[in-house]
Structures are given as C-alpha cells and as structure tokens.
C-alpha cells in the first residue's frame, strides 16, 4: 500500500500541476463558449416583442439597445436591426426599415429573411435593398443608418501568440497594460522556477555530500525547502501561462465601428465576446 500511494505522489508531481492547467485553460474557454451563445436580454425582448406584435415597443427597445453602447455581440447586433427592420416595416415606416436592413448587411451580407415566417412582401422589399447593396448601390435615405466595418476577430491568433510568448498575444490584442500584467507576472515566475530548480539541484547534492548526522539532517531540511519552492513556482507559472492563453483566447477586445449619419462620420468602440 506504500508503495502505490508513493507511486501516486510521484506520478501526480510530474504531470499534477500539467493536469491543473490544462483544466483551469478548458473552464475559461468553456466559459468563453456559453457567454457567447448566450442571447442577451434586451436583444431577446426585442424579438419577444416582434413575435409578439408589438411593434412599436420593439422599436423603443431596440432603439434604447443601440443608443446604449453596452458590450454587445456581433449576433445581438443582427438580431437588434432584423427586428428593427421588420419592425418599421410593419408599423409603414419604409424609410427606417430600409436604413436597419442596411445596417443589417452590413454585419451580415448573407442574410436571407425566412419565408416561413415572414410575408413575401416584406422579402421583396428586403432583396431590393440587398441587390443594390450587394452592387454598391445602395444611396441614403434620409434617415441616420449604421454601417459597421467589422475587423477579423484577433483571439485566435492572440491565443497561439500567448501559447509561444504569454503576454504576446495581450500586446497583439492591443491590451499592453493587460500584457505587461500578465507576461511579467509569467516571466518572473519562470525566471524564479529555475533558480529553484538549481539550488535545489544544488542541495540535494550537499545533501548527498554529508557525512554527520548533523550535517545530513540540516542539509535535508535545506535541500526540501527548495524542492518544495521549485514546486510551487513551476505550478504557479503553468497557471500564468494557463492564464494567459486564457485570457488571450476569452476576453472582450475593443472593435471600431463606423457610424454614418447625414454627411457625417463617428468613430466609436464595441466589445465581442
């Protein structure tokens, strides 16, 4: 029985703190998926209000939605001016659906409206402007609409950076406070684990050395601290690296989105996630 609880010791010793981060990298990258399957509340009350014919309330809410520039995914965006569009429509405000359809291609040039649950009305309004869109024709209307020019998502590419060089892919996501956090944090724990790793090298071998039981039971105690010390750096500095290719491959990153209103252009920032 001593022995195979002593083989178990070694066994997790070697590959325990490989194992830890391994599970910590896979719940924030779990995390990362449901948050971002997950519809948003008022992005869903905006369609609970369409189904639900209430027009003119869809419209008040998503409108509140737009103007709030809360944290917002791309598929919340699609969502909001879909509604929106079919919305106006609905209530014969042509203009205003026409404006939400164009900043609904603009997020989504694929988007086709479902027949089954849209009136074929409605769909040939909806190609026109998806033609002339898609031709580069589409003019303003009158009405403020929102073109958004969407950037490819950096979290993947970030994610294998930190995987190489942790805190790279933070300084690739343009989070360079986030990245000097992080790649310090990592650096100086990597740096420390092998001085460790050499004084302990180094007393075992002192400890090997000694002749007096004094010696050896003074050199023993020496030699476990920096074993011990060793360990403790080499899981912490596994978790930083976990943390950092975490973070890289989960958290909000900021994405300009251009705003085009009557003869004017602004700059703003959303968040993905």
Request: glycine letters at 6%; aromatic letters at 14%.
């Amino acid at each position: 029985m001593d022995s195979i609880q002593l083989n178990i010791s070694r066994w997790f010793n070697g590959y325990g703190s490989l194992i830890l981060a391994i599970i910590l990298l896979h719940c924030l990258w779990s995390s990362g998926a449901v948050l971002s399957q997950q519809m948003e509340p008022e992005v869903q009350q905006v369609k609970q209000l369409y189904d639900s014919l209430e027009f003119e309330k869809a419209i008040s809410i998503g409108q509140e939605v737009l103007k709030s520039r809360k944290q917002i995914s791309l598929d919340g965006l699609v969502i909001v001016h879909r509604y929106m569009a079919l919305s106006f429509y609905n209530v014969g405000e042509q203009d205003s659906a026409r404006s939400h359809f164009l900043s609904l291609l603009s997020l989504n040039p694929d988007e086709e409206l479902d027949p089954v649950f849209i009136s074929p009305k409605i769909i040939e309004f909806f190609n026109k402007i998806k033609e002339e869109y898609l031709a580069q024709q589409a003019t303003p209307t009158g009405k403020p609409f929102t073109r958004y020019v969407l950037v490819d998502d950096p979290r993947p590419g970030a994610g294998w950076r930190s995987a190489l060089i942790p805190g790279w892919g933070q300084f690739y996501k343009h989070q360079p406070r986030k990245g000097i956090l992080i790649g310090g944090a990592f650096w100086s724990s990597l740096l420390f684990t092998g001085f460790a790793a050499l004084k302990e090298k180094q007393t075992h071998q002192d400890y090997r050395d000694a002749v007096s039981p004094k010696d050896i039971d003074a050199r023993y105690n020496t030699y476990n601290r920096w074993y011990r010390t060793r360990q403790i750096m080499t899981y912490t500095t596994l978790l930083l690296w976990s943390l950092s290719v975490g973070d890289a491959l989960w958290s909000g990153y900021p994405t300009p989105v251009v705003t085009l209103s009557t003869g004017e252009v602004q700059f703003s920032y959303i968040y993905h996630f």
